[in-house]
């Protein structure tokens, strides 16, 4: 089971195919249509599992936003699913790294040597995560994002396209790591990275009035 059935859902199910797992449905609370191509789509956990007879129903969760991915998630086990890996053939992943259940790893990416991934990541196209790298549960690395030797990502964090953390450097959780930005020192939790070196840009509050 799919559950999210947007972009990401869809990218979810073609690497799905490509590495020869079942899908037997997407769920999505706005469901786009009643099918993506032959996947039946439906609006709660509940009707899905009660309409296709599994002993053993696996998920993964294809929704960009790391809160809400985490939250479904979390829906998904309480109904008594269990979480998959669904990996690309194409990536290159090391037998000495570590995929937490519920990771999606997409085409062309890297988990090197030593590397731990924690549950619900999503380690998108391209991606590199170098040796004895540790990237948090429900963390997000997007596409081209390069993590080298032994950085770290916190959990619920965000690194944006091309972005990259150099050796040893440590971002924390619940972060944001804009488009391009190069980490090269340690950062605390709930910060917003930009710029090379990267810096902490506060997010500007907008008074507002009664």
């Known amino acids: 089971m799919i559950i999210g059935a947007g972009g990401h859902g869809r990218v979810v199910a073609d690497v799905a195919r490509a590495?020869?797992?079942?899908?037997?449905?997407?769920?999505?609370?706005?469901?786009?249509?009643?099918?993506?191509?032959?996947?039946?789509?439906?609006?709660?956990?509940?009707?899905?599992?009660?309409?296709?007879?599994?002993?053993?129903?696996?998920?993964?969760?294809?929704?960009?936003?790391?809160?809400i991915r985490a939250r479904e998630y979390s829906r998904a086990v309480a109904a008594g699913l269990q979480p998959a890996s669904v990996v690309h053939p194409s990536a290159v992943i090391s037998d000495q790294s570590y995929i937490a259940p519920g990771t999606f790893v997409a085409a062309l990416s890297v988990v090197n040597n030593d590397a731990s991934v924690g549950e619900n990541v999503i380690i998108?196209?391209?991606?590199?995560?170098?040796?004895?790298?540790?990237?948090?549960?429900?963390?997000?690395?997007?596409?081209?994002?390069?993590?080298?030797?032994?950085?770290?990502v916190g959990a619920y964090t965000f690194v944006s396209t091309n972005a990259t953390l150099i050796p040893f450097a440590k971002v924390g959780e619940n972060a944001m790591v804009a488009a391009g930005a190069v980490v090269t020192k340690n950062f605390p939790d709930d910060v917003r990275l930009m710029g090379v070196p990267a810096v902490h840009r506060p997010i500007k509050q907008t008074d507002s009035t009664d």
């Open 19 to 67: 590495a020869n797992i079942d899908i037997f449905a997407f769920v999505d609370q706005s469901p786009p249509a009643a099918k993506l191509g032959d996947i039946p789509v439906y609006a709660d956990i509940e009707t899905a599992l009660a309409e296709n007879e599994y002993e053993q129903p696996h998920f993964i969760t294809a929704i960009g936003d790391n809160q």
């Open 124 to 152: 998108n196209t391209g991606a590199i995560v170098e040796h004895d790298c540790v990237v948090g549960s429900h963390a997000f690395i997007s596409p081209g994002a390069v993590l080298c030797g032994a950085a770290r």
